[in-house]
């Protein structure tokens, strides 16, 4: 069964630091991963995919297959990123794309 | 134009009682998604709708909760005989029926406390 692991509950880091939010997965299929973020009072959103393979507010995440790893990461955290950010898994299912999503990590950047 | 929208945004129910949570998806998605948000567990996929059909509700906790939409459109998920461990977010999420299309659009959540 697919799994998503995102092992820090909470991560803290200083303004200007670089951020490494962590997510592993486990899939038989070809993956396909994404980020999602929730800021303090608004609705879950998406942050980037894999298959974009673009930079999103700055954060960049790449797939690497041989780590079975879809790190998130951003050279210089700005106070705004602070949120809770939850890597996920998509399975195609009956014509849908069920979610898998990790158990996400609190980004919390300090001034 | 209008987001996924929920409702009601906060239900208090006393344990043993039914409720049902309301979502609106965005007009013209084909899919629907119901996720549960509990403290620690972090999302949990409950049910799929495609159209006004349900080909996996594998994430369904147990016989207490079943859902259904209506019109391809509005969907309740509805929970019976109440516990408290029922407490929870719940959210609903719709995307286009393009399976090229990913990314889901979510509600803003409705909080269940089961007291």
């Known amino acids: 069964a697919q799994r998503v692991t995102q092992p820090e509950k909470l991560l803290s880091v200083f303004k200007g630091a670089p951020v490494e939010l962590k997510c592993n997965y486990s899939?038989?299929?070809?993956?396909?991963l994404f980020w999602y973020v929730q800021y303090s009072r608004q609705r879950l959103q998406l942050l980037l995919r894999h298959i974009s393979r673009e930079s999103i507010k700055g954060f960049t995440a790449d797939l690497n297959k041989g780590e079975t790893s879809f790190h998130l990461k951003k050279p210089f955290a700005q106070e705004e990123d602070s949120a809770m950010y939850y890597c996920?898994?998509?399975?195609?299912?009956?014509?849908?794309?069920?979610?898998?999503f990790g158990t996400g990590t609190q980004l919390k950047v300090e001034l | 134009g209008a987001g996924v929208s929920q409702s009601p945004s906060n239900k208090v129910t006393e344990k043993g009682k039914d409720v049902e949570l309301r979502c609106d998806p965005i007009?013209?998605?084909?899919?629907l998604y119901w996720y549960r948000q509990s403290l620690g567990q972090g999302l949990e996929f409950l049910i799929y709708?495609?159209?006004?059909?349900?080909?996996?509700k594998s994430g369904l906790p147990s016989d207490r909760f079943s859902a259904e939409r209506t019109g391809g459109s509005v969907s309740t998920l509805t929970i019976q005989r109440t516990q408290q461990e029922d407490s929870a977010v719940y959210l609903c999420a719709s995307s286009p029926r393009d399976v090229r299309v990913a990314e889901q659009f979510f509600g803003p959540g409705t909080r269940l406390t089961v007291l």
């Open positions: 709708f495609q159209g006004n059909s349900a080909p996996d």
């Open positions: 996920a898994l998509r399975e195609v299912t009956g014509g849908g794309n069920k979610l898998t």
């Open positions: 899939y038989s299929g070809s993956p396909e």
């Open positions: 007009s013209g998605h084909t899919a």
